[in-house]
């Protein structure tokens, strides 16, 4: 039938009746627009669904090192939730290259609790649940991309990704601290590899880090190459020296331009797997 479930829950053919979820709290970059739907399955949108010409714009929402926040959304297509997590990236802007470290992670869930299916048809709507995260105490002050990425249960298999700028606030901290945190797992899409979930699953992040959410459900392990989401002091002790012995100065201010030339290369290689 043209409407039954499985059609209804498709995102990708069903976009135009019923929208999908969008970031609401923080407030997301005003440009590039946030589009409905999830990334594009070759990658051209990620991250943050960048798009040529568009410049990432948007007033960054303050966030003290060490304070709860609040995670909201928008819209009531939630797929029977899934898997979220909450990562940064200090680059400005975020590229494709740019590792986002994850600070918080919900498995299962995500973005809404105990849904089998859609919670409605309002593309409009303020989502119900809402999710607390706390900023790291230890990582670098500055100013910052956070990212909402999420790996539906219901539906196709998708990613999708919602950006917000933020500014970090807060003394100390340093960028062995957040090159520890493991990086967001990306899956379904071209930058992700050969890394996929399965329906109807809750997805167990192969690195969750340690500030979890967890939700119960039907949890599972993504298939194929994930790369582990492994943290980057386990990556090698050829990365971590030559992050440390690069790193001295660059510690406390990533944000600036030099210190940011220092660390991205390490980070990148990190990465480098889906990219040759
Ligand atoms: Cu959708």
Known sequence: MF????FIAACGLAAVAHGHMLLRVPAPYTSPQLQSGPLDPSGSNFPCQAQAGAAFEGTPTEMAKGSKQKMGFTGSAVHGGGSCQISLTYD???TAQSA?????????????????????NDPNAQAKDEYEFTIP???????????????????????????????????????????ALPDM??????????????????????NP????????????????N????AAAGGAGSGAGSGAGSGSGAAASTPAAGAAAATSAPVVRGRRASWQS
């Open 137 to 179: 105490e230890d990582i670098p002050a500055g100013n910052a991309t956070l990212a909402w990425s999420w790996l539906n249960k219901i539906g196709n298999r998708e990613f999708y990704m919602n950006c917000a700028p933020v500014a970090i606030t807060g003394d100390g901290g340093s960028e062995e601290a957040l090159n």
């Open 3 to 6: 409407f039954d479930k499985s």
């Open 209 to 224: 880090g340690k500030s979890v959410e967890n939700n119960g459900g039907n949890l599972g392990k993504p298939v194929g």
């Open 185 to 206: 797992l990306v899956a379904n899409i071209a930058p992700g590899g050969d890394c996929k979930t399965t329906e109807g699953v809750d997805i167990e992040f192969p």
């Open 100 to 120: 986002f470290k994850v600070i918080h992670s919900i498995q299962g869930g995500c973005p809404a609790r105990g849904v089998a299916g859609n919670a409605g």
């Open 92 to 94: 400005n802007p975020p």
């Open 226 to 229: 994930c790369g582990g989401g």
